[in-house]
């Protein structure tokens, strides 16, 4: 099951992937999607692998800017996104909570799991 196509072109401009996966195909593509950002507490040990797959995304929307952190920048990055897409590794590592505690009445919040 995807978000569909009309969703992310018209609530969002910027949107915010928090675990690397989930939709992020899906908002790369999407055509109201400016800026994707990802945001994984594994980046630093799985850099070489993230960049890989996310240049993927970026050769294929280059009208996109698409980029990816640790998450110690997650304030902010919520805090500037239209969309919200939480990954099943929040349900797992105990930072759904406060995630979700930071959510405001005009963001779209998607939370994926199992």
């Given at each position: 099951?995807?978000?569909?196509?009309?969703?992310?072109s018209?609530?969002?401009?910027?949107?915010l992937?928090?675990g690397?996966?989930?939709?992020?195909?899906?908002?790369?593509?999407?055509a109201?999607?400016?800026?994707?950002?990802?945001?994984?507490?594994?980046?630093?040990?799985?850099?070489?692998?993230?960049e890989?797959?996310?240049?993927?995304?970026?050769?294929?929307?280059?009208?996109?800017?698409?980029?990816?952190?640790?998450?110690?920048?997650?304030a902010?990055?919520?805090?500037?996104?239209?969309?919200?897409?939480?990954?099943?590794?929040?349900?797992?590592?105990?930072?759904?909570?406060?995630?979700?505690?930071?959510?405001?009445p005009?963001?779209?919040?998607i939370?994926?799991?199992?």
């Amino acid at each position: 099951m995807g978000i569909p196509e009309p969703l992310a072109s018209t609530v969002a401009t910027r949107a915010l992937v928090v675990g690397f996966g989930g939709f992020m195909d899906r908002f790369a593509a999407a055509a109201g999607i400016e800026h994707l950002h990802v945001c994984d507490l594994g980046y630093a040990a799985r850099r070489a692998h993230m960049e890989r797959e996310t240049d993927v995304f970026r050769r294929a929307n280059s009208g996109k800017r698409i980029t990816l952190s640790n998450g110690a920048d997650l304030a902010e990055r919520f805090a500037e996104s239209d969309l919200i897409s939480i990954t099943g590794s929040a349900l797992c590592n105990g930072t759904l909570e406060m995630i979700l505690a930071d959510v405001r009445p005009a963001q779209t919040v998607i939370v994926q799991g199992q």
